[in-house]
């Protein structure tokens, strides 16, 4: 399995960026994706899901101004990310385990995730 992200840089608030996970080494079409962002010193915080069958999912702190897709064909996943906030500052991974998960609950919890690209850096200021 492999995740390349891409897309990340210095954006400036109110501005948009959208970032893309190019995956390779499975059946990307049947599993679930999802996003996740850290900053120095804290933990992963997810960010966003999508099933395989398009359902998609937010955490709170970005619901409404984030949205994540997939292009099957492509394989790749993306969030775009709408009216970023200098609180979006922070090094975004794309993710999966191999699975469409059963309980929501999961899906959201970064340590349901096997495996994860190298990360792009998001910077968020005027």
């Known amino acids: 399995v492999q995740l390349v992200e891409s897309g990340g840089g210095l954006v400036q608030p109110g501005g948009s960026l959208r970032l893309s996970c190019a995956a390779s080494?499975?059946?990307?079409?049947?599993?679930?994706m999802g996003w996740a962002r850290q900053v120095p010193g804290k933990g992963l915080e997810w960010v966003s899901s999508?099933?395989?069958?398009?359902?998609?999912y937010y955490a709170d702190s970005v619901k409404g101004r984030f949205t994540i897709s997939r292009a099957n064909a492509k394989n790749t996943v993306y969030l775009q990310i709408h009216s970023p906030k200098p609180e979006d500052t922070a090094v975004y991974y794309c993710a999966t385990d191999e699975t469409d998960f059963n309980e929501i609950a999961t899906m959201m919890d970064p340590k349901a995730y096997d495996y994860w690209g190298q990360g792009t850096q998001v910077t968020v200021s005027s």
């Open positions: 999508i099933y395989s069958d398009g359902r998609t």
């Open positions: 080494g499975f059946t990307f079409s049947s599993y679930a």
